[in-house]
């Protein structure tokens, strides 16, 4: 690397061309990390919101269907409680990677 970087600082268009494929490389290698951090803080996000969808599935089963034959209804419930947690944190990450993806420079 510092032989090229030698070589190409004798010519002079060579440094331009040594100074761009460096900035491309670093531009990658940024734009990765932070598709990285959004996806990080999105399946962060998603297990909160699954937990938290679980919980109140489940809260919501226990007071709906009171009865000792409501055990299915008790389980729709908190699968749709999930479902809806998941989904909307899924949702949430989606957005944020397409607006960070829109922003980045082509």
């Known amino acids: 690397m510092e032989a090229e970087s030698i070589s190409s600082s004798s010519s002079g268009s060579g440094t331009t061309a040594t100074a761009q494929k460096m900035t491309a490389t670093t531009t990658a290698t940024s734009s990765d990390r932070l598709v990285y951090a959004t996806m990080q ?9 699954t937990g938290a969808g679980l919980i109140l599935g489940g809260l919501a089963g226990i007071v709906l269907a009171r009865g000792g034959k409501g055990l299915a209804a008790r389980k729709a419930m908190v699968g749709l409680g999930a479902g809806i947690g998941l989904g909307s944190s899924w949702t949430r990450t989606s957005m944020d990677l397409e607006t960070l993806l829109q922003q980045q420079p082509k």
């Open 41 to 49: 803080k999105g399946f962060e996000t998603m297990v909160v919101q």
